[in-house]
C-alpha cells in the first residue's frame, strides 16, 4: 500500500510539529504558509504573548527530536511573582517539587521547527493564502499575489490556527456544530528591556503578574534580558482600552495602578499608543475531520485564552496523540482520525474551560491572601497523599493527566480545600493526630467523587 | 431629513412583512430573494414543516394589514391530539379558554406576503443569490446566472434565513460571539391526503401527536383536507434513518409503531423512499447589526428547532418591536437597531432553549399520563389565580409576554406543580379548604420567585 501524500495548511508550531512526526514515519508533506519567511523577514511585532511550555508541550518537542535545542532558548518560570496593588510583592510557586513551566519565544521557536521540518525534508511554500477549501473534493485554493492555484489534495490537515480556513469551510457542512466566543477583555502588548548590561531588572525566573480584579498586566522573561508584558483589559468601562486613551491618562492609570512596573518601562506610553488591540477567541467544532481525508489540529480545531498557557502545549499534545494512533493503527487514517477527534475533543473542551476560568484566577484571586494559603494546602496536601491528591494546576501543567479528568477534579478540590480551610490554620491542625484522621476521611471522600 | 433607501436580503415570511411595515412608514424598499418566484414556478416539495401561528405572528399580521386574508387559509388548532403507543388517544388543549394555534402552509402565507409587498410598492428582485457582504462597505455581491452584481446599500436587513449571507459575513468581524448546533434529530416529510370527498380523515382541529419516546410524528392539517406529517428522528441509533432504510424495513417499522396512522397514509413507502432528510439548527449571533448600516432579523439572527411553533412567530415578533422603535425614534437607526438588539437578543436566546426544551416534551413528556394530568392542573390554577399564574406554554403562544421572562418562569412552574402534585388528586384536594390556603401560600412562593 502506498504512503499517502500530506498536505498542511500552516507552518506555525503546530503543523510544523506534525509535518516533522509526519515525516519521521516516511510521509511525503507539502505545507502551505500564509505568511512570508519569518527566518528571511522581519514580522511585525506587537500581538504576541510569550508562550509558556510545559510538560504536555516538551513531550512532543522530544517526540519531534527538538527538546534540548528548545531548552536552550527556554527560561525556567517555577512560579507566580505577584505584584500587589499595595505595592508588596510574593512568590507562588507552581508545583510542590520546584517544577517549572517555560518561557519561549513563539517566533524563535516557530524559526527552529520550521529549519527541523526542512531538515527532514518537509517542504514549505510560503505566502500560500488558503482562501477556500472544498471539502467534498478535499481541493485548496491558494492565493499568491493575484493568482490563486487549485490543489487536489490527498491527505489535509489543517494547522491554520484560530482563524484556519479549513474550519471556515468544515462549518458550512451540515450537522457541524461550531461555536466562537470572544471574552469582554482584550489585550496589548508592553514591554520591560534589559538592564544596562543585559541584565533582567525584576526576577528572571518567575512568571510576574499585577493582578487588579478585572484586568491584570504579566510579563514573561526573553534571553535577552527583556520582558515581554502583556496588559489584559477590558474593552468598554471603567477602565478600559475605551477609557484610556490619550498619552496622560496612560501615564495617570500606569502611575497609580502599576507604580513598581513604571520606572522599568520607559516606552511604555510610546508603545501604549502604538501596539494593537487584540481580541482574545474560543472556538469550538465538531466533528474535527471529514472522513479520512481532512483534519483539524491545534487552534484550527481548539483555540483557547492564554491564562492557562495551554493553547501551545494542547496543540502539541494533539501531535503526540496523533503519533500514538499512527504507530497503533499503521496506514488505517479513518480509525487514525476517527480515534484522534473522540480522543482529544473532550480534552479540547475542558481545557477551554480551563483556560476562561483561570482568567478569574490570575487577574482577580491572586492578590487574595486566602488564595494563597490555599495554593500552599494544596502543595501540603500533594506531598503528604501523594498519588491520592494532585493539584488541577499541576495536573494541567506538569503531567499528561487528560485535561478533561483535570477539569472534573476542580469541584472536589474545592469541596475539600472549603472544609479543610474553614478549620483554620492548616499547618498548625496539621500537627493534631484528630485532625490528620479527620483529613484522611476528607481524602477518601475526595477520591470518592474524582 | 431624506428617508434611507432599504434593502432586505430575502424575500420569506419576515422579509416581506417588514418590507410592508418599512413600505407604511415611507421607506424604499428593495428586496433581492435566491430562490425563483415562488408565485409563478413550483417549488419543491418535501422540506416543509406547516407553521403554527399564534399571538405574536398575528400582531404584526395585524399591523402589515394582513390578518383576515391569513385567517381565511388558517385552521384553528386549539390543542394537540395524542396517537398513545398503546392505540388509545387523548385531546390535550392548549389554553384554559380554547385559545388555538393556526396551522398555515408556509407556501401560501409567503406568497400572499410577496404580493402585499409589491403592492404597498415594495420591489422584489429574485433568482438573485447573495455570494458575499462586505460588511465594512455595506455591499452586497448578488449572483444571477454566471453575472455578480454589486450593490452598495444604505441600510441592509438581513431576512435570509437560518443559513443568511449577512450574518456569516458578520460572524468574520472582531468580538462577534456566533454558534451553530445540531441536534441529533433530523426530519422528513410524511403526508395523510385528504379523503375521497375532501374531508379531513382524523381530527381537522389539532395538532397529532405520535409521541415515541426518543422520536415522534406529527401532523398538521391543510385547508385541501390533507395533513403535512413530520417524522422527528434521530439520525444514527436504533431506530433511526441510518436503521431503516429498506422499504420493508419502512412498513415494519410503520406497521409497529404507527399501526393507526398507516391506513390513512397510502404513499409512505414512497414519501419515504423519496423525500430528504432535514437537519435542524440552532444558531446565536451577537451583535445583531453593524452601526446603522446593517441589521440581522427573523431565523437569520436566531434559528431555532420547530418543536415550540416560534420560529416565525419570533421572526414577526422582531418586526411589531422593529415597528415599536420606529415609531419612537423616527429616523434615529442608530437607535433604533441598537434598542432593538438589546431588547430582542435575550428574548431570541430564550425561545432558542423553550423550542429545544420542547422537543423532550413533545416526544416523550406527552404520552405520559402523569404530565397530562399536570396541563389540566395548570390550566385550573390559571383559572383560580388569573393574572397570578399562566402557563409557560400559554405565555409563550398566547400572550406578547417577554419569552425571556417566559422561560425564566419555568423552573418556579416545576417547583409549585411538583409540590401540588405531590399531594395527590388535585381536583379532589381543591375542594377542601385547608388545601386550598395551602394552595394560597404555594402561589405566593411562586410568586416572590417570578
Same mark, same amino acid.
Given at each position: 500500500m502506498n504512503k499517502r501524500s500530506v498536505t498542511i495548511l500552516g507552518a506555525g508550531l503546530v503543523g510544523s510539529v506534525l509535518a516533522v512526526l509526519l515525516r519521521k514515519r516516511g510521509y511525503e508533506v507539502t505545507i502551505y504558509e500564509r505568511r512570508p519567511d519569518m527566518r528571511k523577514e522581519i514580522i511585525g511585532a506587537g500581538r504576541s504573548i510569550n508562550l509558556a511550555m510545559s510538560n504536555r508541550g516538551w513531550k512532543a518537542l522530544e517526540l519531534a527530536g527538538l527538546r534540548e535545542d528548545i531548552e536552550a532558548i527556554a527560561i525556567p518560570m517555577p512560579g507566580r511573582f505577584l505584584h500587589q496593588e499595595d505595592g508588596s510583592s510574593a512568590f507562588q510557586s507552581?508545583?510542590?517539587?520546584?517544577e517549572a513551566i517555560y518561557s519561549v519565544s513563539r517566533g524563535e521557536l516557530n524559526k527552529k521547527l520550521m529549519d527541523l521540518a526542512e531538515n527532514n525534508g518537509v517542504t514549505i511554500h510560503f505566502?500560500? =493564502?488558503?482562501? *477556500?477549501?472544498d471539502t467534498a473534493t478535499n481541493t485548496i485554493y491558494l492565493q499568491e499575489d493575484n493568482e490563486t492555484t487549485e490543489i487536489k489534495c490527498d491527505l489535509l490537515f +489543517?494547522?491554520? +490556527?484560530?482563524?484556519s480556513s479549513l474550519r471556515t469551510a468544515m462549518?458550512?457542512?451540515?450537522r457541524t456544530n461550531f461555536s466562537q466566543f470572544y471574552i469582554e477583555a482584550g489585550y496589548k502588548e508592553l514591554n520591560i528591556p534589559a538592564g544596562p548590561n543585559g541584565e533582567w531588572l525584576i526576577e528572571k525566573n518567575a512568571l510576574h503578574i499585577w493582578p487588579r480584579h478585572n484586568y491584570m498586566m504579566i510579563a514573561l522573561p526573553n534571553i535577552d534580558g527583556s520582558f515581554t508584558c502583556t496588559l489584559f483589559f477590558p474593552f468598554e468601562g471603567e477602565p478600559s482600552f475605551e477609557s484610556i486613551k490619550t498619552e496622560e491618562e496612560v501615564r495617570t492609570f500606569f502611575n497609580k495602578q502599576f507604580p513598581d512596573a513604571i520606572p522599568l518601562m520607559p516606552t511604555l506610553v510610546e508603545d501604549f499608543m502604538n501596539n494593537p488591540v487584540s481580541s482574545l477567541i474560543t472556538t469550538k467544532i465538531f466533528?474535527? =475531520?471529514?472522513?479520512? *481525508?481532512s483534519c483539524l489540529i491545534g487552534d484550527a480545531a481548539h483555540a483557547i485564552v492564554p491564562f492557562y498557557g495551554q493553547g501551545m502545549n494542547a496543540g502539541f499534545e494533539d501531535c503526540s496523540v496523533l503519533e500514538e494512533l499512527m504507530e497503533a493503527h499503521g496506514e488505517d487514517w479513518e480509525t487514525i482520525l476517527s480515534s484522534f477527534e473522540q480522543k482529544r475533543k473532550p480534552n479540547a473542551d475542558a481545557v477551554a474551560d480551563l483556560a476562561l476560568n483561570n482568567f478569574i484566577e490570575m487577574r482577580d484571586?491572586?492578590?487574595d491572601p486566602v488564595f494563597l494559603e490555599r495554593k500552599k494546602i494544596e502543595k501540603e496536601l500533594g506531598r503528604r497523599y501523594a498519588g491520592r491528591f494532585n493539584s488541577v494546576y499541576e495536573m494541567v501543567s506538569f503531567s499528561h493527566t487528560p485535561y478533561a479528568y483535570a477539569l472534573h477534579c476542580t469541584k472536589a478540590q474545592d469541596v475539600l480545600l472549603s472544609k479543610i480551610m474553614a478549620e483554620g490554620d492548616f499547618f498548625v491542625n496539621v500537627e493534631k493526630p484528630e485532625f490528620v484522621s479527620q483529613l484522611e476521611n476528607w481524602i477518601e471522600e475526595y477520591e470518592a467523587l474524582v
Open positions: 507552581y508545583g510542590k517539587n520546584g505566502n500560500q =493564502r488558503c482562501t *477556500k477549501v +489543517g494547522a491554520d +490556527g484560530a482563524f462549518a458550512f457542512n451540515d466533528p474535527w =475531520r471529514n472522513a479520512d *481525508k484571586k491572586v492578590a
